[in-house]
T-cell receptor, first 110, second 119 residues
């Protein structure tokens, strides 16, 4: 099983500032297809999880460009620029290279 | 818009079985693979089961094989999860999710249904 580890587990952000969350995998997420199957989600209070980023850096439909994914191999980062109150929630990474496993989640608040 | 609504949760005694349902709307259900994911209280997310769009293939984690069956009825736009021999460790929120299609991920999730296994 591929183990996903996030840090930090909680984060307090000032509106307008940048939040950064890291996610590491126990093995490379580079698939034989050449794609790297690392995804980012956010679960806002009272809502179901929403897909933000797929394949490390591609934004899902409707996701603002304030959200940026980066990384390769086993280490990945999600940056949220110009943080807004509506961005509060639990952010988690997920790998899809071999079945699916999740990071523990990072609680981001103001 | 895409909607996934789970039902069937509740309090169940250990050793019993339970069937969860996920009603889908807002998209062509028969075109998409579907998944179940769960989260125990205070724990992280755990993938539970996957089924192809036509039901021809199913996948489970080794830890749950033999106790779980995922199925679907494309004529009713409904996904199911049958869990056998429930234990307290099966307690948690169970959510269905639609396959992304653009990669091995989920793009829309339901709100989940709570299963509590207790005597």
């Amino acid at each position: 099983e591929i183990v996903m580890t996030q840090s930090p587990l909680s984060l307090s952000v000032t509106p307008g500032q940048t939040a950064s969350i890291s996610c590491s995998a126990s093995e490379s997420l580079l698939h034989s297809s050449g794609r790297t199957h690392l995804f980012w989600y956010v679960q806002k209070p009272g809502q179901s999880p929403q897909l933000l980023i797929y394949d490390v850096f591609s934004r899902f439909s409707g996701v603002p460009d304030r959200f940026t994914g980066s990384g390769s191999g086993t280490y990945f980062t999600l940056e949220i620029r110009r943080f807004e109150a509506e961005d509060v929630g639990i952010y988690f990474c997920m790998q899809g290279k071999h079945l699916w496993t999740f990071g523990q989640g990072t609680k981001v608040e103001i | 818009q895409v909607q996934l609504v789970e039902s069937g949760g509740g309090v169940v005694q250990p050793g019993r079985s339970l069937r969860l349902s996920c009603a889908a709307s807002g998209f062509i259900f028969s075109n998409y693979g579907m998944h179940w994911v769960r989260q125990a209280p205070g724990k992280g997310l755990e993938w539970v089961a996957t089924i192809w769009h036509d039901g021809s293939n199913t996948y489970y984690p080794d830890s749950l094989k033999g106790r779980i069956t995922i199925s679907r009825d494309n004529s009713r736009n409904t996904l199911y999860l049958q869990i056998y021999y429930l234990t307290p460790e099966d307690t948690g929120f169970y959510s269905c999710a639609r396959d992304f299609g653009g990669g091995p991920a989920y793009d829309y999730w339901g709100q989940g249904t709570l299963v509590t296994v207790s005597s």
